[in-house]
């Protein structure tokens, strides 16, 4: 119950802030989308952020750890999830849904989610955080796109 007035306060706060800037749904208005692209970019950086948590679980039960492959996973993790909340935001949150849509607060909420999801990938290595994530994903997909 928290958790829902949390989130609906949230995309009231976002709404208001968002209102006067509502004009153009884009930055330059080209009219130029791809919707399945960036899904399935978003599902790509997960995978990649999956594997990379992986790879820092193996690396870490070496008897001799490789520091520098091990720096190399976790910047790649974390690079992967940045491109990820760049997604949500920047193309989905700032450009593509709109606060006239009926479902505007139950996308809002998911891609807010994943947001999160996205920053405990980048704070560990905890296989749920991507689980969470592809359900979040596929939840906002429907949401967004129906059953394409």
Known sequence: MKK?????????AVLLIMAPLVGA????PCGI????LRIALVLEHITTIEKSMNQIMELEKKDQPQSNQL????????????????????????????P??????EKLAALHQMLISAMKCKQSTDLSNVTTLREL????????????
Not at 4 to 12: G, M, R, T
């Open 71 to 98: 720096i190399r996973w976790v910047m790649n993790k974390e690079e992967h999830a940045d491109k990820l909340q760049e997604i949500v935001s920047q193309y989905f949150m700032t450009q593509r849904i709109k």
């Open 100 to 105: 006239s849509d009926d479902k505007y607060p």
């Open 25 to 28: 749904h884009c930055e330059i």
């Open 4 to 12: 829902n007035a949390s989130i609906l306060i949230i995309a009231f």
């Open 137 to 148: 994903t596929a939840k906002f997909k429907t949401l967004y796109m129906g059953n394409k």
């Open 33 to 36: 989308y791809d919707d399945e």
